[in-house]
């Protein structure tokens, strides 16, 4: 889906990503490599696969739109290392001509060097990038004349039908200062936003991205 930011032209894409047109650039928010592995470890009977379907989709998203970056807005990583890092680290390795690089999030646990072991930029907490200003969660304040894009609160917006009827849609949530990306990781969940009249919100919803 096409949508304008800052006079700039993006894609809002159904897959929970954004990609910057002009700095052909993904961004995804909240993708919590290690997750699934984590809580298997606990005995919760997670997919084991659930690292491996992201990084799939990642690679389909990279060779449709020829990106030559993907930022990662946070939370790339979810717990302490297990063996889904090392999915991670092959996943880097075969996009070796892709600038990949990081706003680091409150999950993020790792030291520069293991970053840049990975190929792995390690970026400011607050990226300048263009118009807009790339971070994990986002700012109480605007900053600066700056847009901001980020992640962190796995936006969901509630969709009401008769009766009891109610369905829970990851989405986008942009309003005056600040976008909100979708969580990427098909193992994250929904906290529902209670969004301002003004505010633009766009829901995936089979497949599609729909404007509400």
């Known amino acids: 889906m096409l949508f304008q930011l800052k006079e700039q032209d993006v894609l809002l894409l159904p897959q929970k990503a954004l990609f910057l047109l002009e700095k052909r650039t993904l961004l995804i928010a909240d993708m919590h490599v290690g997750k699934a592995m ?112 980020c992640g962190h609160l796995h936006p969901g917006v509630a969709l009401r039908g008769k009766g009891r009827m109610q369905v829970t849609l990851p989405c986008f949530w942009f309003g005056a200062h600040t976008g909100v990306l979708p969580a990427f990781g098909n193992l994250t969940g929904l906290a529902v936003i209670a969004p301002k009249p003004e505010d633009q919100i766009v829901a995936i919803v089979e497949g599609s991205c729909v404007e509400l």
Not at 42 to 61: C, I, K, W, Y
Not at 125 to 145: K, M, R
């Open 38 to 149: 984590h809580f298997r470890k606990s005995g919760m009977p997670l997919p084991a696969d659930a690292s491996e379907r992201d990084f799939q989709v990642l690679t389909d998203l990279i060779n449709r739109h020829q990106a030559q970056a993907v930022i990662f807005l946070g939370d790339l990583f979810h717990s302490h290392q297990n063996a889904e890092w090392t999915a991670l680290e092959i996943f880097l390795n075969n996009h070796s001509t892709i600038r990949f690089a990081l706003v680091p999030g409150n999950h993020d646990r790792f030291s520069a060097r293991f970053c840049a072991e990975l190929r792995l930029e390690l970026l400011p907490e607050n990226y300048e990038y263009g118009p807009f200003v790339l971070s994990h969660a986002p700012s109480a304040t605007p900053i600066g004349d700056l847009y901001q894009l």
